[in-house]
């Protein structure tokens, strides 16, 4: 065996997403075929470079020596291609992203500007990651941050490229009078009574997938808003006029209580998708490395995440490639 470049973007994706299940989702293995590939890259270089943690994997000192000199390879070796096919060969000075409604937006703006100081970045806040995928199909945006869901994976054209974040459950946010208040999980079915408010066609699965997850619970709400201003709705939740599916880094305010619906039937992935030529390697590497670093230090201090987390039965739950998504027990 002779290291390919192939090889070297493995090693990459593993040290990205922090979990091999994940690479391979990633990257379009089995994780039992990744974890293989890995075994003899381990072998061919002479020495472990990733060791398993409580949160999935982590690179050894050896491993981040390699991983730092692949991704060194890698963007020469892109690089080259795009002077190949005609693109820039330098990094643009703006990048437009789009966002969906996520909390993640200043620290890791904050973040960009420490990392890449020659980049301006120009926010534009759209709520449905459908849209935003038209807008990177027609060149308007250069990345976004968007979402899907399990089993209804996103999909675009071969202009763009899209990579994992992490994939973290939905929970419910409810008034803290209600009769289901005292239960550390809420059956979605005992639900069935309760007014939802429900947020808009987001263009890749939703509000189709809370749907589905109903009619699995045996019932249909009896009774619906639109709406997903988060703090209009919040104020409506704490004043026992419905109930919301969440974001679990969401915070409450007082009156509302955010609960892990039992069973986990809903969930929901976090992308980066990007413009293949109008964004550089470095430039993706950095939004992607300081998105999923600020994804978690939000999801670390949601107390109601963290009582889910530390549940003993917990990680044995969880679908396979998914646990390192979330942060290990504090």
Same mark, same amino acid.
């Given at each position: ?11 990459c994706a593993?040290? #990205? ?8 989702v ?7 075929a990744?974890?293989?590939?890995l ?5 061919l270089?002479?020495?472990?470079l ?5 949160? !999935? ?11 730092? %000199?692949?991704?060194?390879i890698l963007t020469?070796a892109?690089?080259?291609?795009r002077? /190949?096919m !005609? ?8 990048l %437009? ?9 200043p620290?890791?703006?904050d973040? =960009?500007?420490d990392?890449?100081? /020659?980049?301006?970045?120009c ?16 060149g308007?945006?250069d ?7 399990? !089993?209804?994976p996103?999909?675009?054209?071969t202009?763009?490229? /899209?990579?994992a974040?992490n ?7 409810i008034h803290? #009078?209600?009769?289901?208040a ?6 979605l079915?005992e639900l069935?009574? #309760?007014?939802?408010?429900?947020a808009?066609?987001?263009g ?7 749907y589905?997850?109903?009619r699995?619970a ?5 009774g619906? /808003?639109?709406f ?6 919040q104020s409506?939740?704490a004043?026992g006029l419905g109930?919301t599916a ?5 915070c409450p305010?007082?009156?509302? =209580?955010?609960?892990?619906?039992a ?10 998708v ?10 993706v ?14 999801l670390?201090?949601?107390p ?5 987390v530390?549940?003993?039965?917990a ?8 646990r390192?998504?979330?942060p290990g027990?504090?």
């Amino acid at each position: 065996m002779e290291l390919e470049l192939r090889h070297l973007r493995v090693l990459c994706a593993i040290a #990205d997403s922090g979990s091999v299940g994940r690479a391979a989702v990633a990257l379009g293995f089995t994780q039992p075929a990744l974890s293989t590939q890995l075994r003899r890259i381990e072998r061919l270089l002479g020495e472990g470079l990733f060791v398993r943690s409580s949160t !999935g994997v982590e690179l050894t000192a050896y491993g981040a020596e390699v991983v730092s %000199r692949a991704r060194d390879i890698l963007t020469r070796a892109d690089a080259l291609g795009r002077r /190949h096919m !005609g693109f820039p060969p330098a990094a643009a000075a703006t990048l %437009r992203l789009g966002v969906t409604n996520t909390p993640v937006v200043p620290t890791l703006l904050d973040a =960009l500007r420490d990392a890449c100081p /020659h980049l301006t970045v120009c926010v534009s806040s759209v709520y449905a990651t459908g849209e935003l995928l038209e807008l990177l199909e027609s060149g308007e945006l250069d990345a976004a941050l968007g979402v899907d869901y399990p !089993g209804l994976p996103v999909r675009h054209s071969t202009a763009l490229a /899209h990579r994992a974040i992490n994939t973290v459950p939905i929970f419910v946010a409810i008034h803290a #009078d209600h009769p289901l208040a005292h239960r550390i999980e809420v059956p979605l079915e005992e639900l069935s009574e #309760d007014t939802w408010f429900v947020a808009s066609d987001d263009g890749v699965g939703w509000p189709g997938a809370f749907y589905d997850a109903c009619r699995a619970a045996g019932f249909m709400p009896v009774g619906t /808003h639109e709406f997903h201003v988060l703090d209009q709705l919040q104020s409506m939740i704490a004043k026992g006029l419905g109930v919301t599916a969440v974001q679990p880094t969401v915070c409450p305010i007082d009156g509302v =209580l955010v609960k892990p619906l039992a069973g986990d039937p809903l969930w929901q992935r976090h992308l980066l998708v990007w413009r293949r030529e109008l964004v550089e390697p470095p430039v993706v590497e950095a939004l992607h490395h300081h998105a999923v670093r600020t994804y978690r230090g939000l999801l670390a201090q949601a107390p109601h995440l963290q009582k889910w987390v530390n549940r003993a039965y917990a990680p044995a739950r969880l679908p396979d490639g998914l646990r390192a998504s979330l942060p290990g027990p504090s």
